[in-house]
């Protein structure tokens, strides 16, 4: 069979650094070897080490630069990509003004096969190489990005928006229309290829009780499907829950009444939870998705990340962009913002747990670490090359080649996540294939 190596620095993760010491975490190798066979992980390990054993294999080379797993995006909107930095409102108000009449154009199955390259592109242009999705509510929306995802054998979580209350008339659904469209959709998608299925009330103010206990229905049928939507990320939100659910005992409350918070749950933003709720995602084993650039565009609030990672009742975590609420398609410039919001709350984020979260870290919350997030064995080859001297002023501030120990490590890894953004990208590979190069524009 075919062999490919790729020659760099290599970085990925073995064990979780906000729990573990960095050397007991984190893999790095200054001048390392990856070797694949069809698309997975056959070898890893230092070039003088396994050289001579591969000799007769092509080998890309890119020196000076660095080499990591792909990142996990764990949260975003598709129909939102256009409204991307969309000026002055906050959320309710964002979604009335912004929002709303933009998801509209996706009833459109043309206005869908447009977009969906330009948001793909997007992605890969920025390293990213899994996400977990929000459609629109139209199901052709669905089938667009999907299609576009299958062609270029990604694997991808995604999901139609369900809302049946709370919204347009040209954006909503029922409860037995979103039954019936939810359910085609994850019997034609769900492991079809690299592709899995996420069921979406977009939050439960759109959703009807009878919507949410659909979405329970649906997760019985299908078990191994996800649960996605947002919790707690605005305060005029939090309140206007509990109106609309006035038995409940809190937002998460909702969707566990409904049998919605488990172990293939994904909750988004999460910045207002009290500490009931913080220890009943840990109970749980749900996982939240860290949207830095939405918290602060949209003046939701500061995410409490050491109460996320207290040792006592951990939360399974990753890294969001959350486009369009989120400014920035890239992971590099949604971890700088993360690192500033523990700042801001007088916490602490290093460069190897921001970037544990954007890979590995989402690899767990997905409970899809068994396939992606590091460079084990046998699993799945989608990976990134990053540049640390991408920019003239990141040529300035790293002009020494990268170091050979991982503490000297740092300071160059914690200047590209705070300077770095697309251009810091090099290449982008899906299964070990080209899927994106900065010199020659996209791969695939």
Request: aromatic content about 10%.
């Amino acid at each position: 069979m075919t062999l490919k190596a790729f020659r760099s620095a290599i970085l990925d993760f073995v064990d979780d650094p906000f729990y573990r010491s960095e050397l007991e975490s984190v893999r790095y190798i200054p001048d390392g070897l990856l070797v694949l066979e069809q698309g997975k992980v056959k070898d890893l390990g230092s070039y003088q080490q396994l050289a001579a054993k591969y000799a007769g294999v092509a080998t890309k080379s890119y020196p000076n630069h660095l080499l990591l797993p792909g990142f996990i995006d764990l949260h975003l909107h598709f129909p939102q990509t256009e409204i991307i930095a969309a000026y002055g409102e906050q959320l309710l108000e964002w979604l009335e003004k912004y929002v709303f009449p933009t998801e509209r154009k996706f009833a459109d199955k043309a206005y869908c096969e447009q977009v969906a390259p330009i948001f793909i592109d997007e992605l890969l242009r920025n390293g990213t190489t899994t996400a977990v999705v929000l459609a629109a509510v139209f199901p052709e929306s669905v089938e667009a990005l999907f299609t576009e995802c299958q062609r270029r054998n990604l694997r991808m979580i995604a999901g139609k928006v369900m809302m049946d209350r709370n919204a347009p008339d040209f954006l909503s659904d029922t409860a037995e229309s979103s039954y019936r469209d939810s359910k085609a959709l994850i019997q034609k998608w769900h492991h079809q290829d690299r592709l899995l299925y996420a069921v979406t009330p977009r939050f439960a103010p759109t959703s009807t009780p009878a919507q949410l206990a659909i979405a329970q229905q649906l997760l019985k049928e299908f078990p191994d499907t996800y649960l996605h939507t947002h919790l707690s990320e605005n305060m005029k939100e939090v309140a206007w829950v509990q109106e609309l659910f006035p038995d409940s005992q809190g937002y998460l409350d909702v969707y566990d009444q409904y049998g919605l918070v488990g172990e293939r749950s994904i909750f988004a933003h999460c910045v207002q939870l009290t500490e009931s709720e913080f220890s009943r995602l840990a109970e749980a084993q749900s996982a939240i998705a860290f949207c830095p650039t939405s918290n602060t565009f949209l003046g939701s609030g500061l995410f409490n990340l050491e109460r996320a990672t207290a040792p006592q009742s951990p939360i399974k975590l990753g890294l969001a962009t959350d486009v369009g609420g989120g400014t920035s398609f890239s992971m590099l410039q949604t971890a700088s913002e993360a690192y500033k919001v523990t700042q801001l709350r007088h916490q602490n984020l290093s460069p190897f747990q921001a970037l544990f979260l954007a890979t590995l870290g989402g690899a767990r919350a997905l409970q899809l670490d068994d396939k992606i997030g590091n460079f084990d064995l046998g699993k799945e080859a989608d990976f990134v090359l990053l540049d640390p001297r991408s920019t003239p002023i990141m040529a300035l501030r790293n002009q020494q080649a990268l170091p050979d120990d991982l503490e000297a490590l740092s300071d160059p890894l914690f200047s590209l996540m705070m300077m770095g953004d697309d251009r810091a990208v090099r290449a982008t590979y899906i299964m070990g294939e080209l899927a994106y190069d900065r010199e020659a524009g996209l791969g695939i």
